[in-house]
């Protein structure tokens, strides 16, 4: 092996690991061998047989799987040599090799919490997905590619047998955080999988080409002085790896996909490489072998474009901030964006909690929340296009007058908002009284007085779908044409992560909730059944089940017609769910079978839950809407350890029934992304105007019976003046805190105050906010929280402890 692998040393290894030679996992012998006769193009099909026939188990489930629905054969293949003439020399390869590693190495795990057959899953995936990218881009050896990725992860088999820190336990904090895993791993453990990986395999003696794919494949490697094939192997592995996490079959049970590599781009013709279909092809293969290795996971019958290649732009964001040291020593790009123009902590820390962000609603509340770090607006707001109205809808704001303006429609095309919105061009007007496009009405409708703004576009594939706008500093200076190029950057970085969220949250709705009724489905009842120790956490000691059927529905569906049909599942759907109690859960299981779950039910709750159903349903028959009958109704109650018996009584309902329709498309995100934060952000008030009109004042706020009250100590400073003193707490929110002052002071309402006061739980965490003053009663002041973080877990839990 050559100084390109860089490995770590052995006492580095056994400051991690227990090298015990009794229980440390050793190569198959035959996997060794399949590799030797890769290497050889003259290996004929009778030496391949001896290789498999030397391990009669592998031999067995070789013969096993050719058989399988897998590969459909007409004939039973009863004889090793047969399979390999029918199938091929590569195929058997691919095949036995998989089997020997997953036998002899992977299958047993030390803690519970390593999953390992979602660890062979991932392996499996990464494999064959490697092994298609490296076919379309022409790589010499797609085999090779094929077994680097089996192998890519081999390093979390060692940590979790012999690691000195318990595995299973690191995963399970892993998940809670939003950390990457390989970071974690070397921050918390000592060592990363990679290098570790590369280590063993280096003590295997697997050929170099396989090793260097095992250690860079979470790692920068331009600089190592490798060979073209060597990097392009690398790469190939590094994009099936990133790709099968973002598709949900990552090697733990969450989602948290590794950051790519800067070089990995440049090794790989996306374009030439057919991504989707490479996606598809793999897909397709591992839901065949699903049944052989009892793999479960969601099945979307269309992946759409727009997932991957969102995932692949953030990616790209991404790399600029991890990369940031830039180990290869090259000089740093000067031209305007994000990481040159913030703090690097600052800018590390925001793309870091962006990329992590799992739906929409959470991108927004992070994206507001640095930018009120970083500019320290008084106001600032996302305006979102209506696309059926062409209006621009205030759909997350912050600052003053919130509540008047949440939800608000402008018209199109109108104010500072509407021309960055109609021409797509970011715009800083440092004093809007010389500024014709500043329209001043909703100034007149909040009592605001606008002195400055900057505003810039949210766009994707040159699609405007709003517009992030901030009016006039907390320190009363104007914006300027840098906070202009900082706040565009932002915008460039957040439209990404907004996209990536929206279609993999789309694509989750896709896969979990049933297309017709919007309850859970069959996959997400299977999840839920899953695993008798989670089953009894979520249910408890004693549950019910109420399996609900309806009755020749497909003659049904042939009498009616779909649309009569569907609207009266629908109404059917919206019956459970008004009628049930907010701990159970509902699923639909197939076209005319529905399951709802009762936690912590005895049968004589099932019998009143069944009461309630039939009684609504008849109420609803006699207002003419369009329910089923008959509806049979059948009530069970089981404890918590006999959760394995669900699924026999549920097969036998579900005879002579099938899985329901299920949409495959996703709204295009221009498209549907108003709606969606509307709907997230319980925006459905009717009674807005189309634009504000009205120039009443707001209301005063409320400054008694809200929140917790609480005697605490702290002190104040006055950001205007530089006056300081001592608070007494009274009450807190989340959002606002009502306190006295002991002396005279000059604070004036719409002042803004920094404050910081201990808690008065076990570990007195110090709260420190900055307040904006609403209402003032002598020496008592009432504000809200400015720019409040969106995940304050330490008050939070004091809140409502």
């Not at 061998?33 to 592998?58: H, Q």
């Not at 490697?221 to 073209?228: A, I, N, P, T």
């Not at 300027?480 to 990536?500: F, G, P, W």
């Not at 609504?616 to 028959?621: E, G, K």
Request: net charge neutral; aromatic share 8%; with cysteine.
């Amino acid at each position: 092996m050559t100084d390109k692998l860089n490995l770590p040393s052995l006492s580095d290894i056994q400051a991690v690991l227990t090298l015990d030679r009794d229980t440390l996992p050793s190569f198959p012998q035959v996997a060794a061998k399949l590799l030797e006769a890769s290497k050889n193009d003259t290996a004929s099909l009778e030496e391949v047989a001896k290789i498999v026939e030397t391990d009669p188990g592998i031999s067995i489930r070789v013969l096993e799987l050719v058989n399988s629905a897998f590969y459909g054969l007409r004939r039973k293949v009863t004889i090793l040599s047969d399979a390999v003439v029918i199938l091929g020399l590569d195929e058997i390869k691919k095949l036995a090799l998989g089997l020997a590693i997953f036998e002899n190495l992977f299958k047993t795990g030390h803690t519970k919490e390593f999953n390992r057959l979602i660890f062979w899953r991932h392996s499996l995936a990464v494999a064959m997905l490697s092994m298609k990218i490296a076919q379309k881009i022409s790589y010499q050896n797609p085999q090779e590619a094929y077994t680097a990725g089996l192998l890519h992860d081999v390093g979390k088999i060692f940590l979790d047998l012999q690691g000195h820190r318990n595995y299973g336990e690191f995963i399970q904090n892993l998940s809670a955080s939003t950390d990457l895993v390989i970071e974690k791993e070397r921050s918390e453990i000592g060592l990363g999988h990679d290098d570790i990986g590369a280590f063993f395999c280096t003590r295997w003696q697997l050929p170099e080409n396989l090793v260097l794919a095992v250690k860079y494949h979470h790692q920068p490697f331009d600089h190592q002085g490798l060979s073209e094939d060597e990097k392009q192997l690398i790469a190939i592995v590094c994009m099936a790896d990133f790709l099968c996490w973002t598709q949900g079959m990552g090697s733990f049970d969450f989602i948290r996909p590794p950051i790519l590599a800067p070089e990995v781009e440049a090794c790989i013709n996306l374009e030439k490489a057919d991504i989707i279909n490479c996606i598809l092809e793999m897909n397709e293969e591992i839901e065949k072998i699903s049944a052989f290795y009892q793999f479960v996971f969601p099945s979307v019958n269309q992946l759409r474009e727009n997932v991957l290649w969102a995932n692949i732009k953030l990616s790209r964001a991404n790399t600029k901030y991890y990369y940031q040291g830039d180990p290869t020593g090259r000089a740093p790009d000067t031209s305007v964006n994000l990481e040159n123009l913030l703090p690097p902590d600052v800018g590390f820390e925001m793309g870091k909690a962006l990329s992590k962000a799992k739906t929409v609603k959470e991108v927004l509340d992070i994206l507001m929340y640095h930018v009120g770090c970083i500019f320290q607006p008084c106001h600032w707001s996302i305006l979102l296009k209506d696309t059926k109205t062409g209006d621009m809808v205030f759909s997350v704001v912050v600052g003053t007058s919130k509540e008047r303006l949440q939800g608000l429609r402008l018209p199109k095309g109108e104010g500072i908002a509407g021309h960055v919105m109609e021409t797509g061009a970011p715009l800083v007007v440092e004093d809007v009284s010389q500024d014709k496009r500043f329209s001043n009405r909703v100034d007149k409708y909040t009592r605001f007085n606008t002195r400055s703004i900057i505003a810039t576009p949210l766009k994707t594939d040159d699609k405007i779908f709003g517009v992030i706008e901030l009016v006039n500093r907390i320190n009363e200076e104007s914006f300027s044409k840098q906070d202009l190029d900082l706040l565009t950057s932002i915008a460039e970085y957040a439209a990404i992560a907004i996209e990536r969220s929206y279609y993999n949250q789309a694509l989750t709705n896709l896969a979990t909730l049933d297309s017709l009724t919007g309850l859970k489905n069959r996959f997400s009842f299977e999840r839920a059944v899953s695993g008798p120790d989670g089953f009894k956490t979520r249910l408890g000691r004693v549950f019910s089940i109420l399996i609900l059927v309806i009755d020749g529905l497909e003659r049904q569906y042939e009498a009616l017609g779909h649309e009569k049909c569907d609207k009266a599942v629908k109404e059917l759907a919206a019956i459970l769910n008004k009628i049930k109690r907010r701990e159970d859960l509902i699923f639909r299981y197939a076209d005319n079978i529905f399951i709802t779950l009762l936690p912590l039910t005895y049968s004589d709750g099932a019998q009143k839950a069944q009461i309630r159903i039939e009684t609504a349903l008849n109420l609803a028959q006699e207002d003419d809407k369009q329910i089923f009958t008959p509806v049979t109704i059948q009530t069970h109650t089981m404890a918590g350890e006999d959760a394995g018996q669900l699924k026999t009584l549920v097969a036998r309902a579900l005879s002579r029934t099938r899985q329901p329709d299920q949409a495959n498309e996703v709204a295009d995100m221009q498209e549907n992304i108003q709606r969606l934060v509307e709907k997230e952000t319980s925006l459905t008030d009717n009674s807005k105007e189309s634009h504000p009109v009205s120039q009443e004042q707001a209301p005063k706020e409320s400054i008694k019976n809200f929140g917790k009250a609480v005697f605490l100590q702290g002190q104040f400073k006055r950001l205007k003046t530089g006056e300081f003193g001592k608070i007494r707490v009274e009450q807190v929110s989340l959002s606002a805190i009502g306190f006295r002052i002991s002396k005279s002071h000059r604070i004036h309402i719409n002042d803004f105050l920094d404050i910081e006061f201990n808690l008065d739980d076990i570990k007195r965490a110090l709260v420190k906010r900055r307040v904006v003053i609403r209402n003032i009663q002598g020496n008592y002041i009432y504000g809200e929280f400015y720019n409040p973080p969106p995940y304050a877990k330490n008050l939070g839990f004091y809140i409502f402890s």
